[in-house]
């Protein structure tokens, strides 16, 4: 009884080799590149086992890999064949194991190997309804040649990596700096009115940097959606060319005094359609708001037919917005109804204008700003009766948390959003509140709730250890500026530049190691650089590293993925 | 030389399906060729203990916990005083387990090598890499496989799988398909006239099955296809989507939903029709197709997993798992059956030549014979084996062994073996044991051989 698995070492020496054979074939895969395919010829082979490459012996332990039935089929396929070259890992792994398993079958229903071998056979193959002149634990060249690798690999770069974990890194030095902050003022340190008036002076300049940016983005919007009307309107008159750069004109000129035209609604033709109706009522319940001009309605005028259907969109924006997060509430009636009775595609709505929207943004911090003022006496006192540890405990756990759960996205509503624009025939730099009409992509940009609410809660826990109304209040303006609006600012600065972006990070850096070192002292600064370099630079470093294992298996024995045509999803 | 044979799955009858089926119908032959076999699974309901089915089966349904679709809760160890009185009251010489899935088939796989018993596992599903369910499976699988003398895969494609997830040596693998009752499958006497073109979908209805292809492609089909019908049976969660799809397309005097079909009446339904159409995204051997066109059907499929290797190419129309390929495929199909071009009622002959539960038997048997001429290896050997799988697994994997080691030396002072009464066998048939005693075989490796090679110089 000739027997394999018996000799002393084989079983150690086979589970090695099965495993390794399998999981790291390839001791460097280094040279991983899409799509390639697992046996990877010369450098297995000779990587493995420097003597058994490509020329096996006709071992008596095992026909298989020796045979290639005949010349010409084995002539034929080996040349492209790198499978073949998995024997060559595979037979000397078998051939330390003594006498191989198969010696022992006979199969002799299926003619034995040495009749197998006189015999002139045909060629395998990967069929299981033909009877084959081979055993059925035969083993093809072929084997495995199915198998990929790595299909979708993708090598990072070490800076690119980098890039996109100052995400991380800057909104743990907000977090950082908060600390600081609240820590100087419990030991008063600092005067918490310097804390929140900095604090404040900075998100105004921000805000107005904002403010800004949506204004560019609105004149982009517009000229894109220009460019397409014209392009759609083309061949009725050269006259749409006319109303549009008017338009443009106007809407690019911040000064040009603005004029309701509720008028021209009435008095035009179109303005019987049902359609026009809820229009004009939606702009009659805000008369307050200044509409920007309309001048292509005099284009409307000219062309009855066309004005109806195209004025509508266009009116609608003039009502409804999404400027700004705190305006949505006003405009959202109108907007519903709008859109209920008009039953058009959703059509970007335009902001309000630009005073309006300031001054709405000015009502709501107003607001903030006043609760915030009237709720700090009774937060001082909220946990009186709680140990300070429990505070600290709490107040870490809740930071980790809101460290977890935050929306480090990168870019992907973005580039959700432009992708759609682009679908839509024009390309749209919105990385804010740009309007759009992308109601998804806006709540997508909006940072998870989660985490905003644990680090407000947990600097109303910390607030709540202080002993002053004013450090109070303080701290929760500081908190919900650094917490609640710099992270959208941020978003955007990163959408909009990456050089600023950089620039930011490292702002933020040095500026969070100062805090550490002057609240604190200089130890703790030194950790927070280190922990910068390590979060940044060395888990990049790892990262790559590690990607030398990573080792995806795909084969005709994965799950298929089905594919659908397109229109299934159109109705 | 005739063995006694234990099969051991969570997977048999009263619960029909695949693996189920197989169990029976090659452990039925291996009586046929005198061996004695007894399969050990769990209770299902009140169906405890022993039974005995057609052909003097044995079968013990041992009482265990049901965690998840008839598998049975992992315990590493506490199979193991049942598992030794079964083996020694029936002397069982090799355990053979089924499907990767069973947790009673890898347990009784680990306390049969601890028994220095032959061991052999057939694997009857494909699975992937990816997820964390395939990941811990093919650990386990790892752990019980680095150990078992030999195993069987249902397809070639599925031995590829294997191989790759068990880290086992290739030749220790042997493709050996699953098979079907020819005469249960046979096409009808008078075939459907083909002024109505109907298509025949059996399978359960999951999304692995490629229900989300057939919801697609129907509407279409019968939009671009006047006279086509549908026969749609089986039953699962995706049954809700056919049904929207129809009202939505209102197709109910094209469509019919069958419900959930009992496996003997599925020739009832198949014969109804003209093409079978199969969507599976994955398939280790897809015994359905063959049945499909044992019973005289056109067939129609997705070329994913073991499928290819099934059936020949005059025999289907392959199609990739893609919405318009597969409206593509059909229409072909359709095309081909009006025009006459292909003749399915002449597939029964062929398919019954080259599946039959007995060619099964005969190879498995082969299997058997050469595992039994191995050496059983002493414990070091199968602990270095273990030891071998992995940094942390292997280690994990030797402390089983050594535990259910020391767990059967206890047994065997608490329970010593000669207090176990062995059972009586079933009256052993007398089989002339030569391959080709049976003149009836000899005839059909003839025709086969002679059929086989015929195709293939077409080809």
Known sequence: MALSLSSPDSPAASGFDRTQRLSNSNPKPAPLSNGIKVPDAPHNGAINHPNGSAKHPPSALLEIPVVQPNGLSSSGRAPNRS?????????????????SPTTAFSYSGRGTIKEARSRRRKPWRKLMWVKQNYPDNYTDATFLESLQRNVNFRAYDFWPLVYDTTVIIQHLATVVVFVCAFIAISKERLEPVYVAGTSTVLTIIGWLIWDEWNEEEQKLITKAQEAMRRMSESGSSGEGGDGISDE?????????PVQIKLADDSTEPASKDPEATPMTRSASLSPKKPVPTI??????????????????????????????PLVRSHTAPALSALSVNSMRPPSPPPPPSRTNRRLSTLKSALLIYSTLLGLSPILKSLTHTTTSDSIWALSSWLFLVNLLCFDYGLSEGEADGAKKGAEAGFQLPHGGMGPAGLGNSFRKKLPTSLSTTTALAASVVLASRLTKTGDVFSILLFSIQLFGLFPLFRRRLRYLSSVSHVALTTMLILFAGTCLHFVLNWHWALMWFGLVLGG?????????????????????WDPARPVFSRRQWMD | MSYNIAMVSDFFFPQPGGVESHIYQVSSKLIDRGHKVVIITHSYGDRTGVRYLANGIKVYYVPFWVVYRESALPTV???????????LR??????????SLSAFCQEGLLHARTMGLKTCFTDHSLFGFADAASILTNKLLKFTLSDVDHVICVSHTCKENTVLRAALDPFTVSAIPNALVSKDFRPAENPPPTSTITIVVISRLFYNKGCDLLVATIPRICAQHENVRFIIGGSGPKAIDLEQMIEKNVLQDRVEMLGPIRHEDVRNVMIRGH????????????????????CGLYVVCTQVGGIPEVLPSEMTVFAKPEEDDLVAATSKAISAIKSGTIRPELFHDQIRQMYSWTDVAERTEKVYDGIMRLRSSRLIDRLKRYYGCGVW???????CAVIDYLIMIFLEFWWPRRNIDVARDWPRKKVVRQVSSSPTDVEGAEERNGWVSDLQDQG
């Open chain 1, 83 to 99: 499978p073949k070259d998995k024997h060559d890992i595979t037979l000397p792994t078998i051939r330390t194991e003594g006498p």
């Open chain 1, 248 to 256: 443009t004109e106007d809407l690019q000129d911040p000064s040009c």
């Open chain 1, 295 to 324: 001048r292509r309605s005099q284009t409307g005028g000219l062309h009855p037919s066309v004005s109806s259907s195209e004025l509508n969109p266009r009116k609608t924006r003039m009502n409804g917005g999404f400027g700004h």
């Open chain 1, 536 to 556: 940044g630079g060395g888990a990049a470093w790892v990262l790559m590293g590690m990607q030398r294992y990573k080792n995806e298996i795909r084969g005709p």
């Open chain 2, 77 to 87: 160890f506490s199979f193991f005083p049942i598992f030794r009185q079964i083996v």
């Open chain 2, 90 to 99: 029936e002397r069982i010489d090799i355990v053979h387990g089924h499907g």
């Open chain 2, 275 to 294: 093409i079978y159409l199969h969507a599976s995204l994955t398939e280790a051997f897809g015994t359905v197709i063959v049945e499909a066109a044992s």
């Open chain 2, 393 to 399: 697994a292997g280690k994990l994997f030797v402390l």
